[in-house]
């Protein structure tokens, strides 16, 4: 296994050369958004652009990129939903974001900008993040869940970023369940991402349940989105309110069992659905307090991201600093 500890080393360029340079370019890239920031070496974000993530993802990449970049930049560092293969510097399989396989995303940007880069896995990413300059700053050892279009995760063990895939999302808990994205079946992904929760409402809707959803939009409940859920169920609309329990629930398995394998002192809880966390993530709670092994649920916090959407991009750039 290989790990990656927190930045702080000099940069080196792709000779090998010591270089004194101030910033880096982080690029965050999942399956609704891609970030784009320019971060200092503090792992401050000094600029953002955030856009849809699109078919033409090379191109919208460089657009990005064309309005960040100087001769300040020491690299540009990656983190990019799916398994990655680091050595060739592409996406190997991504379930949530099919156009990014098989392009040469390395290669074609460091063509372009003539300096290092440095591609890892999205969730790994914010894990890296968090343990820089987030959450995860005090904690030796602790387990990220990225929670938004799909379900992610990343692993920290002894200050070090574990290279290992952590397909969190892609766990099975149930035997007998969904098809997910992934080809396999009953993930956790297919029963607590945003879009389980957001397909699921529109399902039941579509039976004709009550529901202040229903009234949203007109009546188009397919321009609906998990916020629109959220809302909801702050006012009290009972479908929207089970929806998010019932995909809190299996969440917690998830948690659990993460803490069952990893024994972390935190999990870190990050992405878009944690606006729910009143709802969905107390019902998480809840489950995971009642599935994990008590002696070792105990020594653990289950906290928020400080990073929130950022947390991808100032790890992705934190992959350049680090050497």
């Not at 290989?2 to 930045?7: L, S, V």
């Not at 919208?60 to 990655?84: P, R």
């Not at 050595?87 to 290669?107: C, F, M, Q, T, Y």
């Not at 396999?184 to 004709?208: D, H, M």
Request: a neutral charge; proline letters at 2%; hydrophobic letters at 40%.
């Amino acid at each position: 296994m290989r790990f990656i500890g927190i930045p702080g080393n000099p940069v080196r360029g792709k000779n090998g050369n010591s270089m004194q340079k101030k910033y880096a370019i982080g690029i965050d890239i999942g399956g609704t958004n891609m970030r784009v920031g320019l971060v200092s070496e503090d792992g401050e974000v000094v600029r953002k652009i955030k856009e849809p993530t699109s078919g033409a993802i090379l191109d919208a990449i460089f657009k990005a990129l064309d309005s960040l970049f100087s001769n300040e930049i020491a690299g540009i560092g990656i983190g990019i939903a799916g398994l990655i293969d680091r050595e060739k510097g592409r996406v190997l399989s991504s379930p949530n974001l099919r156009v990014a396989e098989g392009i040469d995303l390395v290669d074609e940007i460091e063509k372009r900008y003539v300096v290092r880069v440095a591609l890892e896995n999205d969730a790994n990413a914010a894990a890296l993040g968090e343990m820089w300059v987030g959450a995860g700053k005090d904690f030796s050892d602790f387990v990220l869940f990225t929670l938004g279009t799909g379900i992610g995760g990343g692993l920290i063990c002894g200050r070090r970023l574990l290279r290992v895939p952590a397909e969190i999302g892609h766990m099975s808990i149930s035997t007998d369940g969904e098809k997910c994205h992934c080809g396999n079946y009953g993930c956790l992904e297919s029963y607590s991402s945003a879009r389980y929760i957001l397909s699921k409402a529109i399902s039941v809707l579509e039976t004709g349940r009550e529901s202040l959803l229903s009234r949203y939009y007109n009546g188009n409940i397919y321009k609906l989105t998990t916020e629109d859920i959220f809302k909801a169920a702050l006012d009290g609309d009972m479908l929207a309110r089970e929806l998010l329990k019932n995909a809190g629930r299996y969440l917690g398995i998830g948690i659990a069992n993460m803490i069952n394998i990893m024994s972390p002192e935190a999990v870190i809880l990050a992405g878009g659905l944690i606006g729910a966390w009143d709802i969905y993530v107390t019902e998480a709670v809840k489950e995971a307090s009642r599935r994990a092994m008590k002696e070792l649920y105990e020594r653990v916090k289950v906290i928020p991201s400080l990073l929130t959407d950022d947390a991808g991009l100032i790890g992705s750039a934190g992959l350049v600093f680090q050497g």
